[in-house]
């Protein structure tokens, strides 16, 4: 019970086992769904998870902007927008608390680097000249696909949004992995090997979600501060950040690499030296507070659009058994956001 309220690292960790746990049931039942959809209604029907939604964040992206420019909230995938706006709103309030406390791929990306750490004693740190340019990329790819969103008028979106592609959008990630090529295996491969090395290789330099994450987060008014009187430089919370924030040289942490992660207030060693806290305000958040804030946040925002109607889709078990069987024809294919004319029937 005294780790439960005292030990922010093992808040954490069970916050990280639930939602992976909550991903692994999202996986098995959709995963029943797709068996039932391509066995055209033979197999006994098994409930789409509307959870599912919460990956495919660039028709997220769209349904955002579709939202703002018309008023809509697009029911093809509802759930996919909520997620994302209860993510982003985590980050507004808590910076990139996300990636360290919800995210099943930041979960798997710190389980390797601490094999990397029993295999080899240590990770390694990639030189500066050769990290600030490559913690840029993601930002890149964040650019490519922003621009793309941003560059789509509300008729395109639209043309988007109702497309047979993007109605089907999930069962195509799911055959993506089901029956993954083999450039995706190695490529998925080396990324895992490099992220035993070089800790959390994929969400620093390429992950342009976090990218995003870390641009809200600048807004974040809960930050980690340090009160360089009582400080007594021992760099203990250096050490201990897994993104390599100089934590002890700051004032502040304001760097858009803070996953609020509290593994620096965990290991300084004054009581009160390092917080998270509000500007002005001089009493910092107990960890178990910022445990249940980043917890909350997230089930108030989805319990939110779930209450409000927004979570399980539009689409109909008939219109899902007549999409299936045409699953691989080219009117399921897109190119950048672009997808072929379809009319009525399709
Ligand atoms: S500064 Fe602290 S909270 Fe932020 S990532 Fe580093 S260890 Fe985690
Ligand atoms: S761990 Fe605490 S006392 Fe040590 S340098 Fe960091 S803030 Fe200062």
Same mark, same amino acid.
């Given at each position: 019970?005294a780790? &439960? !309220? @005292?030990?922010?690292?093992?808040?954490r960790?069970?916050v990280?086992a $639930?939602f992976l746990?909550?991903c692994?049931?999202i996986?098995i039942?959709?995963?029943?769904?797709?068996?039932?959809?391509m066995?055209r209604?033979?197999?006994?029907?098994v409930?789409?998870?509307p959870?599912?939604?919460?990956?495919?964040?660039?028709?997220?992206?769209i349904?955002l902007k579709?939202w703002?420019e018309?008023?809509?909230i697009n029911?093809?995938?509802p759930?996919?927008l909520?997620?994302f706006?209860a993510?982003v709103?985590?980050?507004?309030?808590l910076?990139?608390?996300?990636?360290s406390w919800f995210c099943?791929?930041g979960?798997?990306?710190?389980?390797l680097?601490?094999?990397?750490q029993?295999?080899?004693g240590?990770?390694?740190?990639l030189?500066?000249w050769l990290?600030?340019?490559?913690?840029? &990329? !993601? @930002?890149l790819?964040?650019?490519?696909?922003g621009?793309?969103?941003? $560059?789509?008028?509300?008729?395109s979106?639209?043309?988007f949004?109702?497309?047979?592609?993007?109605?089907m959008?999930?069962v195509?990630?799911?055959?993506?992995?089901?029956?993954?090529?083999?450039?995706?295996?190695?490529t998925?491969l080396v990324?895992m090997g490099?992220s035993?090395?070089?800790?959390?290789f994929?969400?620093r330099y390429?992950?342009p979600y976090?990218a995003?994450?870390?641009l809200a987060s600048?807004?974040?008014?809960?930050?980690?501060?340090?009160?360089?009187?009582?400080c007594?430089?021992?760099e203990?919370?250096t050490?201990a950040?897994?993104s390599?924030?100089?934590?002890h040289?700051a004032?502040?942490?304001?760097?858009?690499?803070c996953?609020s992660c509290?593994q620096?207030?965990?290991?300084?060693?004054v !009581?009160?030296?390092l917080e998270?806290r509000?500007?002005v305000?001089?009493r910092?958040?107990p960890t178990?507070?910022v445990a249940a804030?980043?917890?909350?946040?997230f089930?108030g925002?989805?319990?939110a659009?779930?209450?409000a109607g927004?979570w399980?889709?539009g689409?109909?078990r008939?219109?899902?058994?007549?999409?299936f069987p045409?699953?691989d024809?080219?009117?399921?294919?897109?190119?950048?956001g672009s997808?072929?004319?379809?009319?009525?029937?399709?």
């Open positions: 019970m780790r &439960l !309220k @005292y030990d922010s690292q093992f808040q960790m069970l990280q $639930a746990l909550v692994i049931w996986g039942e959709f995963h029943y769904f797709v068996k039932w959809g066995s209604g033979a197999l006994p029907f409930e789409r998870p959870g599912v939604e919460g990956f495919l964040p660039i028709s997220a992206l349904s579709y703002i018309t008023g809509i029911d093809v995938h759930s996919g909520i997620i706006l993510i709103g985590g980050s507004l309030l910076k990139k608390s996300f990636c099943p791929v979960t798997l990306s710190e389980s680097w601490m094999l990397g029993k295999l080899f240590k990770n390694f740190t030189p500066r990290d600030y340019p490559l913690r840029s &990329l !993601k @930002y790819l964040l650019l490519f696909f621009a793309a969103v941003w $560059a789509m008028d509300a008729d979106m639209a043309a949004i109702y497309s047979p592609y993007n109605k959008a999930d195509k990630m799911y055959y993506f992995f089901a029956e993954m090529t083999t450039a995706a295996v190695v998925i990324l490099l035993v090395v070089v800790k959390n994929w969400c390429l992950c976090g995003l994450l870390g600048f807004l974040s008014p809960l930050k980690i501060r340090r009160t360089a009187s009582t007594i430089d021992c203990l919370c050490k950040c897994p390599n924030i100089k934590v040289a004032s502040t942490v304001r760097s858009d690499e996953t509290l620096c207030v965990e290991v300084c060693p !009581k009160n030296t998270m509000a500007p305000v001089k910092g958040v178990w507070a804030l980043v917890v909350l946040v089930i925002v989805t319990g659009g779930m209450m927004h399980r889709n689409m109909t008939d219109e899902y058994l007549m999409r045409k699953i024809s080219p009117m399921y294919q897109h190119a950048r997808v072929p004319e379809y009319g009525p029937q399709d």
